[in-house]
């Protein structure tokens, strides 16, 4: 049996000394001491260390996200603030405030630190849809496509959302500030395996895509997040090279010619069945996928240097990329690092739990007729929004968005606040999805307050996740 591991003087004096005042929170009245609190939720402590500006101790059982990481404490310090140190990487992100609400979500967990699951209470609840969400034509093509398919409802809307928005550009937008949103986003599917059914919620959508606009579905959709740089060359720019020009034998000076034309329509909707394959090769020195999808993201203007003085750069401008991916919820909490949480990468995508939603021994019963049917309302909308700019909030829906948005953009502490940072500018988008489907030219209550149905499931899908016991 392994010896456990101690936490040593030196790196409790090392975290003390970089301690965040946003990752320390004062107790409630009436709580007690910190040993009083652990010990009301029978959590073991090893003996305490004292230092200068407060104690700390060792947590007996290791940490609570993951147990084979024995070095993490928690911290008391001499002004009654509190603190949590998980001394490995990947769970360094978490705080006081995520390890309070762990073990005070539903009331004590014992288990976690113990072992001990009798009185264990649930985990965080499984994430509920607001029948807001279902609004117009995303709305009609659940209720459609749901009853005949073992994939989750909400797998089916995000997916849908997720393509229309690719096939309609970047063309129609909306501001925040300063900041230009398009409809472009990234979803990530978590689920267990094979039933969440991830798979089979995409094949009823890229069919339904495929009688909207065959040609975006032929020319538009790629498998797999290999690299920076074959993400880059996929949307990228026409590639030039310095020739020589020749005069009587000699080099009298330099043309620029064209070795690559590039891709004149840079919409790609990328299909990745695998997150944690990409996620895996981003942690590597030198990798330029996690830093280029973060550019995909925010505006599509992309460059990955390359070697030999005499060729220009690649590039993509306006690369206009949304992605699809699927993942399990322990593979993903296996390879998502400290460093994406921190990063904005983990907060660029909309994080959705999946599970199956029917038991179909022999399979749906889908008309084909109603697909056809949602097929043309499709290819109308997406007709209608590739034509449209700018779209503004009416009064009523501006009204709803000043109330929304001090709590959408005040952020919260912790792994919460890491990965759901961009709540406003997420909300946005799917409002203006929305708005683009009813083929309307500005964004009115119903659209936003759909897109705020769902941003609010992606919301709790997120606690639910990465702070969920187990599913």
Same mark, same amino acid.
């Given at each position: ?103 005070? =979500? ?82 990530? =599917? ?142 993903? =909490? ?138």
């Amino acid at each position: 049996m392994t010896a456990r591991q101690v936490v040593t003087t030196a790196q409790l004096e090392s975290v003390a000394s970089q301690a965040d005042p946003g990752a320390t929170h004062a107790p409630n009245p009436g709580e007690g001491s910190l040993a009083e609190w652990c010990a009301a939720r029978s959590i073991k402590l090893e003996p305490a260390a004292l230092k200068k500006d407060g104690t700390w101790y060792t947590l007996s059982a290791g940490c609570p996200w993951n147990p084979a990481h024995e070095k993490a404490a928690v911290f008391e310090g001499s002004n009654g603030s509190r603190g949590f140190h998980c001394f490995h990487d990947s769970c360094s992100a978490y705080t006081w405030n995520d390890f309070r609400e762990r073990f005070d =979500l539903g009331g004590p967990r014992r288990h976690i630190a113990t072992g001990d699951r009798s009185d264990a209470p649930e985990s965080p609840r499984w994430p509920v849809l607001d029948d807001a969400a279902l609004y117009g034509l995303a709305g009609d093509v659940v209720r459609t496509i749901a009853p005949h398919t073992e994939a989750d409802p909400v797998a089916i809307l995000v997916q849908y959302l997720t393509a229309f928005g690719n096939a309609i550009g970047s063309l129609p937008h909306y501001f925040v500030e300063s900041a230009r949103q398009t409809s472009r986003l990234f979803v990530v =599917l978590c689920g267990q395996s094979s039933k969440a059914r991830k798979g089979s919620s995409w094949s009823h959508i890229r069919r339904l895509m495929w009688l909207a606009d065959p040609d975006w579905v032929e020319a538009h959709l790629t498998n797999g997040l290999s690299s920076g740089e074959g993400l880059l060359w996929a949307v990228r720019d026409p590639v030039t090279a310095k020739h020589p020009v020749r005069t009587n034998g000699k080099v009298s000076g330099y043309e620029d010619v064209i070795e690559d034309h590039g891709v004149d329509d840079k919409r790609l909707l990328v299909m990745e069945a695998e997150f944690a394959s990409p996620v895996r090769r981003m942690a590597r020195d030198g990798n330029s996928l996690s830093a280029l999808l973060r550019e995909c993201w925010d505006t599509g203007d992309l460059r990955v240097m390359t070697t030999g003085r005499q060729r220009s750069p690649v590039q993509a401008t306006d690369a206009y990329v949304s992605i699809v991916a699927h993942t399990t919820r322990d593979e993903l =909490l296996r390879v998502l690092d400290s460093t994406e949480y921190a990063n904005g990468f983990a907060n660029r995508f909309l994080w959705v739990c999946v599970r199956r939603s029917n038991v179909l021994p022999h399979g749906g019963s889908l008309d084909e007729d109603d697909l056809v049917l949602l097929g043309n309302r499709t290819r109308t909308a997406i007709a209608s929004a590739t034509g449209r700019g700018r779209l503004r909030l009416d009064m009523d829906a501006d009204d709803l968005w000043c109330r929304e948005y001090p709590d959408l953009s005040a952020g919260e502490p912790g792994l919460l606040g890491a990965i759901t940072g961009r709540a406003e500018a997420q909300t946005i988008r799917l409002a203006l999805l929305y708005a683009l489907l009813d083929g309307a030219g500005e964004i009115r209550l119903p659209h936003l307050s759909a897109a705020l149905a769902l941003w609010r499931y992606c919301h709790d899908s997120v606690r639910c996740i990465f702070r969920g016991e187990s599913w």
